[in-house]
């Protein structure tokens, strides 16, 4: 395979993620898991808008991207553990389970040994469980009921967190009042006010709830981000140097065990590279685009500028304006129908996060989840298909074997020399190319304002002093050329200030030169806290600290920053 080949990988699939709640107590549960396959197999694409289902099916026949699904269950008696079944048996779909309590809390609510084994035998097919409580209830209250209370509390922050991070509630339930806090009215009733599709499931009967609201349904938008991601390639030549830069570079701890090297190369770098690659290109893309939109109303102007002042060839200017402004809106058009800006920050969001988990990987340790602030938009929903992205290229990595005492203080260099000092050194040359560019658009700035208005004192001159009748031909042609001149200059000009203010605006230098000089000073401390971690546990802890809260918040600073900058057609 030479280096310009593209490598293999294998799709990532767009899961469906279901959530279920519903009652303990059923009667036959064969029977239950059978309708809510049938739900499933005949209601769940009529979920997608009229609008999308063409693009919907075109994905399952082309087969580039696997539709399959994911069920989120809490795994109580009876309903969440029946649906799980039922949606398990679909070929590739996978278990995410999340609890109320912790396990040992958890297992005192079931009936029997039976139930309880059965709980185990689900739990053990996810492998990363979310746990609402991390303590034990008599650890934090003494008294019967203050548990009660808070074991009521989980039960109802359960249920939401199931409708927060699904696309479809499944609910079995008889349409009776809750029983008790967060019961399944409670968790049906907060799913209608998120406005997530219900499938509700009742002796015998299977119905959509608000099936007339254009609101509520799934979003195709995530299955075509997922496939144009499938659709993109990683070179052998592109993974090569990743590996060599994060291994073979001269002055780089050699200290990775094969292992970690060989793991984070086939099941990290493609997808990173696609990612990476993907996000160049779109930012490439946007950034021409506005330049040359910029650019050209200019030119559009001092075309219309010259028709005015030189009406023998006006046909010329006007022609030349009008061609310039058509290959204006078509160059704003195809950016906008390609949807350059929203493809480059999600797809560098991403590449991000897998480089964050590479160095993680290589480690030990696993990325806590992504948990992004809802008015930040692109942020945990439902649609999320970078998180989706994410969490299944994590799914596919061997389990990993956390560094021991002896391999931790080289893993501590290893990370701050390739890592966090890399991190430096980019951030430090981004802070003076941002500021150099941005300095440059100003400077320019402010030339062109005060020429304009030196021009139009100039004119207002030439004006007061028009020549006489006596005075020469070649005078009279010199003050008409210098008139017009200067009358160009008028006109052009602060089409030309314009331009360069949105540049400015859509590059936003000055802005990321702040960030860059605020990530250079926040990273040089943390690097002199990483050294000090000197042990595996507080290497761990140091290192999800510097990926939850530096690297993850600063790409999401960067990414709500940029999410507002628009090519403006005006």
């Given at each position: 395979?030479?280096?310009?080949?593209?490598?293999?990988?294998?799709?990532?699939?767009?899961?469906?993620?279901i959530?279920?709640?519903?009652?303990?107590?059923?009667?036959?549960?064969?029977?239950?898991?059978?309708?809510?396959k049938?739900?499933?197999?005949?209601?769940?694409d009529?979920?997608?808008?009229?609008?999308?289902?063409?693009?919907v099916?075109?994905?399952?026949?082309?087969?580039?991207?696997?539709?399959?699904?994911?069920?989120?269950?809490?795994?109580?008696?009876g309903?969440?553990?029946?649906?799980?079944?039922?949606?398990?048996?679909?070929?590739?779909s996978?278990?995410?389970v999340?609890?109320?309590?912790?396990?040992?809390?958890?297992?005192e609510?079931f009936?029997?040994?039976?139930?309880?084994?059965?709980?185990?035998?689900?739990?053990?097919l996810c492998?990363?469980?979310?746990?609402?409580?991390?303590?034990?209830?008599r650890d934090?209250?003494?008294?019967?009921q203050?548990?009660?209370?808070?074991?009521?509390?989980?039960?109802?922050?359960?249920?939401?967190?199931?409708?927060?991070?699904?696309?479809?509630?499944?609910?079995?339930?008889?349409?009776?009042?809750?029983?008790?806090?967060?019961?399944?009215a409670?968790?049906?009733?907060?799913?209608?006010?998120?406005?997530?599709p219900?499938l509700?499931?009742?002796?015998?009967?299977?119905?959509v709830?608000?099936?007339?609201?254009?609101n509520v349904?799934?979003?195709?938008?995530?299955?075509?981000?997922?496939?144009?991601?499938?659709?993109?390639s990683?070179?052998?030549?592109?993974?090569?140097?990743?590996?060599?830069?994060?291994?073979?570079?001269?002055?780089?701890?050699?200290?990775?065990p094969?292992?970690?090297?060989?793991?984070?190369?086939?099941?990290?770098?493609?997808?990173?590279?696609?990612?990476?690659?993907?996000?160049?290109?779109?930012q490439?893309?946007?950034?021409?685009?506005?330049?040359?939109?910029?650019?050209?109303?200019s030119?559009?102007?001092?075309c219309?500028?010259?028709?005015?002042?030189?009406p023998?060839?006006?046909?010329?200017?006007?022609?030349?304006?009008?061609?310039?402004?058509?290959?204006?809106?078509?160059?704003?058009?195809?950016?906008?129908?390609?949807?350059?800006?929203?493809?480059?920050?999600?797809?560098r969001?991403?590449?991000?996060r897998?480089r964050?988990?590479?160095f993680?990987?290589i480690?030990?340790v696993?990325p806590?989840?992504?948990?992004?602030?809802?008015?930040?938009?692109?942020?945990?929903?439902?649609?999320?298909?970078?998180?989706?992205v994410?969490?299944?290229?994590?799914?596919?990595?061997?389990?990993l074997?956390?560094?021991?005492?002896?391999?931790?203080?080289?893993?501590?260099?290893?990370?701050?020399?390739?890592?966090?000092?890399?991190?430096?050194?980019?951030?430090?040359?981004?802070?003076?190319?941002e500021?150099?560019?941005?300095?440059?658009?100003?400077?320019?700035?402010?030339?062109?304002?005060?020429?304009?208005?030196?021009?139009?004192?100039?004119?207002?001159?030439?004006?007061?002093?028009?020549?006489?009748?006596?005075?020469?031909?070649?005078?009279?042609?010199?003050?008409?050329?210098?008139?017009?001149g200067?009358?160009?200059?008028?006109?052009?000009?602060?089409?030309?200030?314009?331009?360069l203010?949105?540049?400015?605006?859509h590059?936003?230098y000055?802005?990321?030169?702040?960030r860059?000089?605020?990530?250079?000073?926040q990273?040089?401390?943390?690097?002199?806290?990483?050294?000090?971690?000197?042990d595996?546990e507080?290497?761990?802890?140091?290192?999800?600290?510097l990926?939850?809260?530096?690297?993850?918040?600063?790409?999401?600073?960067?990414?709500?920053?940029?999410?507002y900058?628009?090519?403006?057609?005006?």
């Amino acid at each position: 395979m030479t280096n310009q080949q593209d490598l293999p990988s294998h799709p990532i699939p767009y899961r469906i993620r279901i959530g279920v709640t519903g009652h303990r107590n059923l009667g036959d549960e064969a029977a239950l898991q059978a309708q809510v396959k049938h739900a499933i197999d005949n209601l769940v694409d009529d979920l997608f808008p009229m609008k999308s289902r063409p693009a919907v099916a075109r994905v399952r026949q082309l087969g580039t991207t696997p539709i399959s699904y994911r069920i989120l269950s809490p795994l109580a008696d009876g309903a969440d553990r029946a649906v799980a079944r039922a949606v398990l048996s679909y070929p590739h779909s996978c278990l995410d389970v999340v609890l109320p309590l912790v396990v040992e809390d958890y297992l005192e609510t079931f009936a029997d040994d039976a139930s309880r084994a059965e709980f185990g035998e689900l739990f053990s097919l996810c492998r990363n469980p979310v746990l609402l409580r991390t303590r034990r209830l008599r650890d934090e209250r003494s008294d019967k009921q203050g548990q009660d209370q808070l074991r009521r509390d989980s039960y109802a922050r359960v249920g939401r967190y199931v409708v927060d991070h699904c696309d479809i509630l499944i609910a079995v339930w008889d349409g009776e009042p809750a029983r008790g806090r967060g019961g399944t009215a409670n968790v049906v009733e907060y799913a209608q006010r998120q406005r997530r599709p219900i499938l509700l499931v009742w002796g015998g009967e299977i119905c959509v709830l608000n099936p007339g609201n254009k609101n509520v349904g799934l979003d195709a938008s995530a299955l075509l981000s997922i496939d144009k991601f499938n659709l993109q390639s990683a070179t052998v030549a592109y993974v090569n140097h990743l590996d060599y830069k994060h291994f073979e570079k001269p002055m780089t701890p050699q200290c990775i065990p094969a292992g970690p090297r060989a793991m984070v190369k086939e099941y990290l770098f493609p997808y990173y590279a696609k990612a990476s690659s993907a996000a160049m290109k779109s930012q490439k893309q946007f950034h021409d685009a506005g330049k040359t939109i910029y650019t050209l109303s200019s030119a559009a102007v001092g075309c219309a500028a010259l028709s005015v002042l030189f009406p023998p060839i006006a046909w010329v200017g006007y022609s030349a304006e009008l061609v310039v402004l058509c290959f204006v809106w078509l160059t704003f058009w195809e950016a906008e129908r390609g949807h350059t800006r929203e493809a480059w920050i999600e797809n560098r969001f991403l590449a991000e996060r897998i480089r964050s988990g590479i160095f993680l990987a290589i480690c030990g340790v696993k990325p806590k989840p992504i948990e992004v602030l809802p008015f930040m938009g692109y942020s945990q929903t439902a649609n999320d298909w970078t998180v989706q992205v994410f969490d299944e290229i994590w799914g596919r990595l061997p389990k990993l074997a956390p560094c021991s005492q002896q391999d931790c203080r080289c893993l501590n260099d290893y990370i701050r020399w390739v890592w966090i000092r890399g991190q430096i050194r980019f951030h430090k040359k981004k802070m003076m190319k941002e500021g150099k560019a941005g300095r440059q658009l100003a400077l320019a700035g402010k030339i062109v304002l005060p020429t304009t208005i030196v021009a139009a004192v100039l004119h207002l001159l030439l004006l007061a002093r028009e020549p006489s009748s006596m005075t020469a031909e070649s005078a009279h042609l010199l003050h008409r050329v210098v008139h017009q001149g200067l009358a160009f200059i008028a006109l052009l000009f602060p089409a030309a200030a314009a331009s360069l203010a949105g540049m400015e605006a859509h590059r936003e230098y000055r802005r990321l030169e702040k960030r860059s000089a605020n990530m250079y000073r926040q990273l040089k401390r943390l690097n002199w806290e990483m050294k000090l971690a000197t042990d595996p546990e507080s290497f761990e802890t140091q290192l999800q600290q510097l990926d939850q809260e530096v690297m993850l918040r600063e790409t999401q600073d960067w990414l709500m920053l940029m999410r507002y900058v628009e090519i403006k057609a005006g």
